[in-house]
């Protein structure tokens, strides 16, 4: 594995190596629940608890964790943390619990979390750790809100249930729905790969502008 | 894609396993202890929650009754005490509601299936004497935003069922005989709305005979 | 010798006389009566929603398509296809909508002509069906002034429409589905009922779908099919219980049947190679429709069938290659390996 | 009867695990470039839904009632180690069918499908053999769209498809207009 | 046991056959140099006999069979080995050939010789002469004719088809061979009946020749059970595995041979060669051309020396009109367009089709609509559709090994019918000189 710095495990995981947009990880909460930005945001809130306490226990852990049974192990754990966050979420927002229904629960099989552990939390001290895991429960949480936000501004009009476009606004039902959530990441890909391939192009201007002055030099 | 985490052997093959048993049942206590607790902390509000909105629920759709009881349905009967011994969830159970001087104003009956998306759970209060139903809720539903969501939304839908009549009739909107049976239709949600009245109209054919059969006499007022 | 410029091009040097434009070309030509029917029965606003959704379409071929890739007239079919199955009614904004995203994500994401798995112009109406599920289930009249609005066509954009009081009715299956009325099989054959632009004159769409499986420009065996699974199943349906059922005339003449089996499902892009193929997906398509019709939540399922059905196409190609000249089955060829051991 | 019979065409058509409930994503984009793998997987996906159903309904049954936080642990780690002891079983029984479905076994695990199942069906309340009818028509559900997805994108492989569409952008697209076209069998059963 | 006179699918070309259908043959007067590729043929190239400077007279046989798939050649003109040498061939490569300087006002009589009569040889003689005469299927493929004269001992041949189809649009070759010369069509068919052992002779001939199926009909010899049989017009009615599936109504097994059915398949104008070999001695070094198409000034059908070059051809017959524009070797279905007016007329080349510019007009190509006309067309029942896409991104393996690449012959009806113009028969031709060169047999 490549020796990083601690910046770098904070802040690859937010956006370089973001875990919906780039990596592919945890799609089925990023589709499922990003109806609504407050969904989409308590869903965020939730798995960066669990990434975070389940890194650090994970770290804390790993010289007693047998490395047959290490992701039954890591799973265990995982499950604790998620099922805690079911059941205070339940206690304290009800109604936000009741529409995530089973996806909370579903957080155990997100591919994103046992994989933090399993590459990172397992081989790295406590505080590394948690700033990866900090960057990568950021950087989930970024993708929701982007997910959330375009799903809600069109299906609904709103954002946070702020009404943005008064109320004859004719909203795009099936952007809450599932097809919908499937068009979103569509379109935020679309959009990545267009920016990304437009930055390429651009550098191989520059670079072809800068050979052909220094020969013209 | 590779979502799956990379399976590596392990690099330390020198644990026992007796060791291994070891760690997992610490491990396995400790995530037990801790959910325990949690379990403890934050159960009571999450049943009082429950309880508070079924109550407003049952509240609902009874008119506001001064006080409501459940009965579950024991050996074809409805009974207001389980047997001894019994779970209480292993019952179908319905609610009657009371006035201030404890006389009966309603019952409430809880009831499911399919809808345009997937099952539709009603609760709805009505009269056994006359018929007349009180009031309809929509509990549970997934019904197309927007559209089908009307059954939860659409005030001038729910709000027709403080005065209809059992068994329902459903029929479009503005072209009612007057009968009072006769259910508007939501425009354009014609199947979620006929998915209620049908869940009501099943309800009150199994559970209306009971509710008649059931004597209010040996209950609260004695 | 005087030997002129040769050109070198690989055999065969003769061709058939059909062109890709030619066959599009003339399916438009063919969309011809039907657009002028609708506009009889709906007055402007149908011609106005069939401008907006071909606008759509093509202006977003236009942009994002490859350069010189509206001639072959794919991109106006689309666009035409899409309007005729709308309400004329509905808001212009919102059939533009469904040219863009039909074309859009429909055809280019997928590299443009030819390439599609599922059919743009109807990909394009579920999206908006999915998206505005109002706004196109809203069917106006034939009846009022030929002049009128059907509704509120101008509505703003990303803004409702207006409803209009008294100028709505049901479209012949949504009369029956929800409410237990008939209609007249006269006023059914006529295209004289509610419904969407172009899909309620049966009798006109079937003579022009004849025109074209003349020319060879659609496999007749899809359109068959679906008549006849549909007949079969709705004729089965209604000689067990008349009053339930509809006759298997009114089933193939209402709603968008017509105008999917002749114009939607043949559509060459998204349906068979293979002409085993093509019955299967006939077939497929008229046992889907008849399901969701009488099981299903909605009153009317063509598109949801096609589009279905679309997206087994490449399997059913895969499964129906025809049996190569001179290859053996499997069977016998063993048998002949074992005798000759 | 009639009920399982609905349970099973609604979870198949109407709330399609992978369209509707986005359960089972990882194999739906990761093993659907192939028609025949989507198939063995599919298969796979069945089998392993249908033991999961059982345990669960064991597990609800006979333990959760006394201890309902354990319910998340106890699904995943008792299905887990379940997969694992069939998986050794068919191995030793049938190796031609470990050869067909073994690899994908290990992988449908960690799969939210399978914890999906368990504790969607213990929110329905479902009995055995509901259950047992959800599980089978979950796989069955996930079949076809693996397989509708393989197909679509074998033939996507030889189109030219622009170059910021290639990729998971383009298979999200597709699932989104199969998601819309299997909105057509929404009140499948519910109007009748 | 008879088939329906068709074959399933196919297409329909215009036939454009009437510029030459009555055009009695004419022999051309020698042109200056003759090139006789030694690759004629199907099968291993014939070895050189003669070098630089050697005197040949018309008939000596110049190059020898390379092997057992593989025949004599002969030269067609009496002259001067100008040299052996890589010349053009009509497939656009360049091969050895046999280059003569054609000695200016030679009577071109060629060399008596001692012919045994043909009824007392024995069958194995016969093949030799035939190997010797250096016969080939004289329809397109040119194979060598005794190898298809000798199936393996445990093949059962019961019938010799002649295929006087003629499918390709606009050639008039076997079509003018059978109305001159029928007498010569049936005493090759009495040797190769009695070369192959067989009672039954059928001679297949496409409806749009009824002068021919009329003549052949009267002259068939009392004592012959030979049947002339009409079949409907249809391309590739011409190829051997359609002919037999439509005459005989058995199918040749996938990558199987008409032997493997109990069939021989010869076309007339080969079969007459046969007679003139044992009748006058004379090898295979002339041959029977329809030259003709809207580009060709006075269309013929002519008899020209095989090796004579295709610009000689052309100015035998007055000439380019002035829009002339493609220049095809063979039918204008599965013939090759030439640039270079020095490639010879080789055995197997059936006519020369000159298009104007108004027919030969390139086509825009679109992209594949997946209309599924191809399959219908397709004769072997192929997916063309999905193997041209796999041609187009050069996926060649995938077309060999599950798409039966190989069983393609090229007749190039899905192309012919493509509405987008997609050059299918090329690709599958691309790919299988692909697969060739990495050593794969299709």
Known sequence: MRETTPKQDLFRGIWKENPVLIQMLGLCPALAVTNTVENSLAMGVATFFVLLGSSLSVSLLKKFIPGEVRISTYIMIIATFVTVADMSLEAMVPVVHKKLGAFIALIVVNC?????????????????????????????????????????????????????????????????????????????????????????????VLAARESSERRAA | MSDEPQVQEPEDNGASSAGIIATLAVAGMLAGLLLVVVYEATQPRILAYKEKMMKEAVGLVLQEPASFTTLYLVDGKLTLDLPEDAVEKDFEKVFVGYDEHNSPVGFAVVHNRAGFQDQVKVIFGYDPETGGMMGMKVLESKETPGLGDAIEKDMDFVGQFERVVAPLVGVKKGSGSGDPHEVDMITGATISARAVIRIINEAFERWDPLIKAYDHGGSKDA | MSKPSLLLTASPHVLGPDSTPRIMWTVVATLIPIIATSVFFFGPSA????????????????????????????????????????????????????????????????????????????????????????AITTWPTTDGPWGALRGDNFALPLMSPKVVDGTTGATPLGLFKFEQTGTGMGNLLMGNTSGSVGETFGLLILICGAYLAWKNYLNWRIPVSIFATVFAFSGILWLVDSSAYQSPMFMLFSGGLMLGAIYMATDMVTSPTTNPGCWIFGAGIGFLVMVIRVWGGLPEGMMYSILFMNALVPFINRSTRPRVFGQQPKARAAKSEEAKS | MGDLIWILISTVLVNNFTLAYFLGLCPFMGVSARVETALRMGMANIFVLTITSICAWLLNTFLLDHAPYLRVISFIVVIASLVQIVEMVIKKVSPALFKQLGIYLPLITTNCAILGLAIFQTNKEYDFFQGLFFAIGAGLGLTLALVLMASIREDAERAQVPKIAQGMALVLIIAGSLSMAFMGFAGLGSAS | ??????????????????????????????????????????????????????????????????????????????????????????????????????????????????????????????????????????????????????????????????????????????????????????????????????????????????????????????????????????????????????????????????????????????????????????????????????????????????????????????????????????GPMMGPAQGNMETPILKGTSGVVVLNEEEAHPQATYPCIKCGHCLDACPVFLDPQHLGSLGLNMEYMEMYDKNHLSTCMLCGCCSYVCPSHIPLSHLFGVAKSALRSEGVRV
């Open chain 5, 1 to 330: 046991m008879f088939g329906k006179e068709f074959f399933r699918h196919g297409v329909h070309p215009p036939e454009a056959k009437d510029l030459t259908a009555d055009v009695p043959i004419r022999r051309v007067p020698f042109p200056d140099q003759i090139v006789l590729p030694l690759r004629q043929h199907i099968g291993a190239p014939s070895r050189a006999l003669v070098r630089k400077g050697d005197r040949v007279e018309r008939g000596d046989k110049i190059a020898e069979a390379g092997g057992f798939v593989s025949v004599a050649i002969h030269a067609s003109a009496s002259g001067t080995v100008k040299d052996v040498e890589k010349r053009a061939h009509p497939d656009g490569s360049y091969v050895d050939s046999i280059v003569i300087d054609v000695e200016a006002h030679s009577a071109q009589v060629p060399r008596p010789r001692v012919i045994p009569h043909w009824e007392g040889l024995d069958k194995k003689e016969l093949l030799r002469a035939i190997q010797d005469g250096g016969l080939v299927g004289m329809g397109g493929a040119a194979f060598p004719a005794h190898v298809k004269l000798s199936p393996p001992p445990d093949q059962k041949i019961d019938t010799l088809l002649l295929n006087g189809c003629e499918c390709e649009p606009y050639l008039t070759t076997d079509h003018r061979t059978m109305v001159e010369y029928p007498e010569r069509c049936h005493i090759g068919t009495r040797i190769l009946m009695k070369v192959l052992g067989v009672k039954k002779a059928v001679v297949g001939i496409e409806r749009n020749k009824p002068d021919a199926i009329k003549i052949m009909r009267e002259t068939v010899p009392d004592d012959l059970d030979i049947e002339v049989l009409p079949l409907t017009v249809k391309y590739p009615q011409g190829a051997e595995k359609m002919l037999i599936k439509a005459v005989m109504d058995r199918e040749v097994p996938e990558g199987g041979l008409p032997m493997n059915v109990g069939v021989v398949v010869m076309n007339v104008a080969s079969v007459a060669t046969v007679a003139e070999i044992f009748e006058t001695g004379q090898p295979l070094i002339e041959r029977i051309l329809t030259v003709t198409g809207s580009g060709i000034k006075k269309p013929r059908n002519l008899i020209v020396p095989i090796g004579m070059k295709v610009g000689d051809v052309i100015d035998a017959c007055g000439g380019f009109t002035d829009d002339a524009c493609k220049v095809i070797m063979g």
């Open chain 3, 47 to 134: 011609l106005l929603i069939l401008i907006a959704a071909g606008a759509g379409a093509v202006l977003t071929e236009r942009l994002i398509g490859r350069k010189g890739s509206l001639n072959d007239g794919s991109a106006a079919i689309t666009g035409i296809l899409l309007g005729l199955t709308l309400p004329p009614g509905m808001p212009l904004w919102m059939a533009f909508l469904g040219g863009f995203f039909g074309i859009a994500f429909g055809k280019l994401i997928f590299g443009g002509l030819g390439q599609n798995p599922f059919n743009p112009a109807l990909l394009g109406r579920a999206f908006l069906q999915a998206a505005f599920p109002v």
């Open chain 1, 112 to 204: 994103m979390i046992l994989g933090r552990q399993e590459a990172f939390a397992s081989k790295r001290p406590v505080g590394r750790a948690l700033l990866d895991a900090v960057g990568v429960g950021t950087g989930f949480m970024i993708a929701m809100v982007m997910m959330g936000g375009v799903r809600e501004i069109l299906g609904m009009g709103s954002f946070l249930n702020i009404p943005l476009f008064g109320d004859n606004y004719e909203p795009w039902v099936v952007m809450i729905l599932p097809a919908g959530g499937f068009l979103t990441l569509g379109f935020w890909l679309l959009g990545l790969n267009w920016w990304a391939e437009r930055k390429k192009q651009r550098q191989k």
